[in-house]
């Protein structure tokens, strides 16, 4: 059984730039969160997608975007790209049913931007 | 506003010895706490979470969680810990009695335990 997927592990952009990146839930799960964890810090919560809408959304600017396909994959994207921007950046599926359950993470991916 | 704290950046224990990581946190209502322990250069994995019910709750790899209604607290124990254990450990919170769907995560503690 398949966990949760990302990719790609690792990006370099440089500034301005804009960066896609994709997950893949845990197969059986609705609802995929993305969450940017800078270096020494915990996550930090971005949005969240369930059925393909943007459920809920954090403290973050409107450059970053994202999507939510009908096989509940997800894409992350970030435009105009500042230094601040580098941190691993984790996506997370759940079931929206169960507002207990938890999260499963995948590895992330490493943004560089320079 | 739902959030946790990690009063400790680092806890260093032998192997073999107790060891305990502290969390306390804030929500309206009746938390849901989780915790998870983050290995290098990996995503996080989840070890256990308190919904309701009995106080102490038990997780992977031997690891225990007592929550504490009155002081606010959800510490993660384990009584004899072992090398493999180092890693960096982070609580995490979610108030279900909101429309608050996210969780929010504390700063982490890295657990070094020695030889």
């Known amino acids: 059984d398949a966990g949760v997927t990302q990719s790609p592990t690792h990006l370099i952009k440089t500034r301005g730039q804009q960066v896609t990146l994709r997950c893949s839930p845990k197969?059986?799960?609705?609802?995929v969160s993305w969450y940017q964890q800078a270096l020494g810090q915990g996550p930090q919560f971005i949005f969240q997608?369930?059925?393909?809408?943007?459920?809920q959304r954090g403290n973050f600017p409107d450059r970053f975007s994202g999507h939510q396909y009908p096989n509940y994959s997800s894409e992350l994207n970030v435009n105009a790209l500042l230094l601040g921007d580098s941190a691993l950046y984790l996506c997370?599926?759940?079931?929206?049913?169960?507002?207990?359950?938890?999260?499963?993470f995948g590895n992330g991916t490493r943004l560089t931007v320079t | 506003a739902q959030s946790v704290a990690q009063p400790e950046d680092q806890v260093n224990v032998a192997e073999g010895n107790p060891l305990t990581v502290k969390c306390t946190y804030s929500?309206?209502?009746?938390?849901?706490l989780f915790w998870y322990v983050q290995y290098p250069n990996r995503g996080l994995q989840f070890l256990l979470k308190?919904?309701?019910?009995?106080?102490l709750v038990k997780g992977s790899y031997g690891f225990e969680a007592e929550f504490n209604k009155s002081q606010t607290s959800f510490h993660l124990k384990k009584p004899s810990a072992l090398v493999s254990d180092s890693a960096l450990y982070f609580c995490?919170?979610?108030?279900?009695?909101?429309?608050?769907?996210?969780?929010?995560f504390g700063a982490g503690t890295t657990v070094t335990v020695r030889a």
């Open positions: 197969s059986g799960h609705d609802t």
């Open positions: 308190y919904i309701t019910g009995d106080n």
């Open positions: 997608y369930y059925e393909e809408e943007e459920r």
């Open positions: 995490a919170v979610r108030d279900p009695g909101s429309n608050d769907y996210k969780l929010s």
């Open positions: 929500v309206s209502g009746n938390p849901y």
């Open positions: 997370a599926s759940s079931l929206a049913g169960g507002p207990g359950s938890p999260l499963h």
